[in-house]
């Protein structure tokens, strides 16, 4: 059983900053990349950043970019969410996924944790 566990989320005020974490655990886990999602209340969850472990490359999202930092630990199990100049329209419950090949298969972000909230507000 594989676990991925935000933390970090909470209440902020715009401009504020917020680090998300997610910590991979449980049975061995060798991921190619993992990333976080977001989705805002009555919206469709969507991209926000992803980081790939081989050479640790990072892909955003445009309406973070700037603004968000991804980064991953040297065992490849955690993953940090530096978000800097908070937004309004930041407010989200934040997830972690990784994505792996398993038995040959490339499964994409098939991995979830839990979530995280972030609110932003005046």
């Known amino acids: 059983q594989v676990q991925l566990v935000e933390s970090g989320g909470g209440l902020a005020q715009p401009g504020d900053s917020l680090r998300l974490s997610c910590a991979a655990s449980g049975r061995p886990f060798s991921s190619y990349a993992m990333g976080w999602f977001r989705q805002a209340p009555g919206k469709e969850r969507v991209f926000v950043a992803a980081?790939?472990?081989?050479?640790?490359?990072?892909h955003y999202a445009d309406s973070v970019r700037g603004r968000f930092t991804i980064s991953g630990n040297d065992d490849r199990n955690k993953v940090d969410l530096q978000m800097n100049s908070l937004k309004l329209e930041d407010t989200a419950l934040y997830y972690c996924?990784?994505?792996?090949?398993?038995?040959?298969?490339?499964?994409?972000?098939?991995?979830w944790g839990q979530g995280t909230s972030v609110t932003v507000s005046s």
């Open positions: 980081f790939n472990w081989n050479g640790r490359t990072t």
């Open positions: 996924t990784a994505a792996a090949i398993v038995d040959g298969i490339d499964r994409g972000y098939d991995y």
